[in-house]
C-alpha cells in the first residue's frame, strides 16, 4: 500500500472510530473496503491522538484520566500481583466507550478474585469476544473479568505467571513517554497522572 493511501486509511479509520461511534474492528473493515487494504494500527491510534490534539484536548484528556483513576484503584486492590494499565487508555487514544484495561499474573484466577473480593469489588467474568491487542497478542489469557468503578469500566485480563507484557514503542508528538511505555505499574501511572494533570501541557516534557 502506497505511504499515502496508507495515511489516507488510517486517518478514515481514526475518525470513524473518535467520531462516529464504530468499533476498531468496523473501522477497519470500512478502511479496507475504500482502500484495498486495511490500515496499520499504530497509524490509526496516532491518528486518533492526533484528531482528539486538534479538535477536542481537553475533553479527552479529562476522559483519560477518569479511565486511569478507575484502573488504579483496581490495581491498588492486587497492589501484591503487580498488575499493568496496558491498551488504548494507557495509549491515549481511548474513545469514550473505551474500557480500561489492566493485565495480572498470577497462578489463577481465584487468587485475583479473593483480593477483588476482599477489596469491596464486584467482578463478573467476561466471556465475550474483545480483542484488544493484549487479548490477539501472545500471551494466553487465563481468564476476563469486567469491574464498574463509579462511572467507569475496568477489564480486567488475569494471565500466566510468565505471560509476555506489551513492548514499549517510540512516543509520537502527541504522547507523553510513559503513554509510549507498552505497560505500567501503579508507581508509573500516579506519575502519568500527575504530570499530564495540566491541560494543555506539551505532553512530550
Given at each position: ?47 486518533i ?135 505500567v505499574?501503579?508507581?508509573?501511572l ?16
Amino acid at each position: 500500500m502506497k505511504s499515502r493511501t496508507a495515511r489516507e486509511s488510517a486517518a478514515l479509520a481514526a475518525r470513524l472510530i473518535a467520531v462516529e461511534g464504530y468499533t476498531w474492528r468496523a473501522a477497519f473493515a470500512e478502511a479496507r473496503r475504500i482502500f484495498g487494504e486495511p490500515p496499520q494500527e499504530n497509524a490509526v491510534a496516532r491518528e486518533i491522538r492526533r484528531w482528539f490534539a486538534l479538535f477536542d484536548p481537553q475533553a479527552h484528556e479529562a476522559q483519560l484520566r477518569r479511565k486511569r483513576i478507575a484502573a488504579l484503584r483496581v490495581m491498588e486492590a492486587l497492589a501484591e500481583l503487580d498488575p499493568k494499565l496496558v491498551g488504548v487508555v494507557l495509549g491515549g487514544h481511548a474513545v469514550e466507550r473505551s474500557p480500561a484495561e489492566v493485565a495480572v499474573r498470577a497462578e489463577s484466577e481465584k487468587e485475583v478474585l479473593f483480593r477483588l473480593f476482599d477489596a469491596g469489588f464486584a467482578p463478573e467474568d467476561f466471556s465475550e469476544n474483545y480483542p484488544t491487542a493484549l487479548a490477539r497478542g501472545p500471551a494466553k489469557v487465563l481468564a476476563t473479568f469486567i469491574l464498574q468503578v463509579g462511572e467507569e469500566t475496568v477489564l480486567l485480563r488475569v494471565l500466566p505467571l510468565s505471560a509476555p507484557l506489551p513492548r514499549a514503542s517510540e512516543a509520537d508528538e502527541d504522547q507523553h513517554p510513559l503513554e509510549a511505555a507498552g505497560a505500567v505499574g501503579a508507581d508509573e501511572l500516579r506519575r502519568l497522572l500527575a504530570e499530564t494533570r495540566s491541560l494543555g501541557l506539551c505532553r512530550k516534557d
